[in-house]
């Protein structure tokens, strides 16, 4: 019997939240398996919440990190994706059943047996350990191939908030050169989605309801507008020109106004979550024949197409690249918004005496 091999992490052993050293058993590889050295992982408002308990969730001790770029170090007898040496990604998904009617169509983010790659269990009852760890092992099918081409400090953001924003501009049309889209929200996934927005071609106007944001929108990320929610002028002055707007926000929303922007039979994609009831103007929506919608994360398959095409238009998020030691201050700031706009942890460096590379 092979000796069980140990990880090394940083978690949350409870609801403050506070995350220090951890070691946890490796989930023994199986045949369809990769292992991988991690060496970056981005932090997501996901991993605030969970680690936190925001969402009463937690399933302490949280290894968080969803956005996680290695290098594989040992593959399985049955891989045919990777070979040892490879740059690969894995996002949210760490399993799925693989069979249903979701995951026939490459849904597999819509699969009711979904496991997350942190803070859950496999079926077989072994715990799932995120990013913020030396060694993750998963199914090769829940990995990308990541390009040459992408500087890896900056690839992780890109495997959750990249393909969260990139799933549904191209389920909903919004890959036409051409069209105008709204991006309510600029943090993590809001400037992803106005980088890609204006890859596809599209014009591109950011809804916000902070004034400040207008010269980063616009100069650093390409917007090619900018408007204040509670700027009545502006408001009108933008009705029914959008195609369709993708909402970003973590917070409250006042439907009404965002619906009045949109065109005859544009859409609302929700794409960031409240905890808060929403208010849903139906009359708007019927006599426009317009919608609220929403999606989440994306499959593997467009998950691949997604870091394909981000590097061939050079699509990368703005990022901090921050220490593991310095993981609790990102936390702290990325709870009051101080970031621009994704805390990126340099994994490899917290653990280079561990294993003895």
Known sequence: MEEEETGHAWAARDSTGVLSPFAFPLRAMKGDDITLKVLYCGICLTDLCTIKNYWRNAKYPVVPGHEIVGVVTQVGRVVHKFKIGDKVGVGYMAGACRSCDNCRVDDENYCPKLVPVFNSFYPDGTKTYGGFADMVVVNEHFAVRVPETL???????????????????????????????????????????????????????????????????????????????????????????????????????????????????????????????????????????????????????????????????????????????????????????????????????????????
């Open 151 to 357: 500087p890896l400090d900056k690839v992780g953001p890109l495997l959750c908030a990249g393909t969260t924003v990139y799933t549904p501009m191209k389920q909903h049309g919004l890959d036409q050169p051409g069209k105008h889209l709204g991006v309510v929200g600029l943090g993590g996934l809001g400037h992803l989605a106005v980088k890609f927005g204006k890859a596809f071609g599209l014009r591109v106007t950011v809804i916000s309801s902070t004034p400040d944001k207008e010269k980063d929108a616009v100069e650093l990320l390409g917007a090619d507008s900018f408007i204040v929610i509670s700027n009545a002028e502006q408001m009108k002055a933008a009705a029914g020109t959008m195609d369709h707007i993708v909402s970003t926000s973590a917070g409250a929303l006042s439907f009404s106004p965002l619906v009045a922007l949109l065109k005859t039979h544009g859409k609302i994609i929700m794409v960031g979550t409240s905890t808060k009831p929403m208010e849903i103007p139906s009359f708007d929506l019927v006599s426009g024949g317009k919608s609220i919608v929403g999606s989440m994360i994306g499959g593997m398959k467009v998950a691949q197409e997604m870091i394909e095409f981000a590097s061939e238009h050079r699509v990368t998020p703005e990022v901090e690249v921050v220490r593991m030691e310095d993981v609790n201050l990102a936390m702290e700031r990325l709870e009051k918004g101080d970031v621009r706009y994704r805390f990126v942890v340099d994994v490899a460096n917290a653990f280079h005496d561990s294993r003895g590379v």
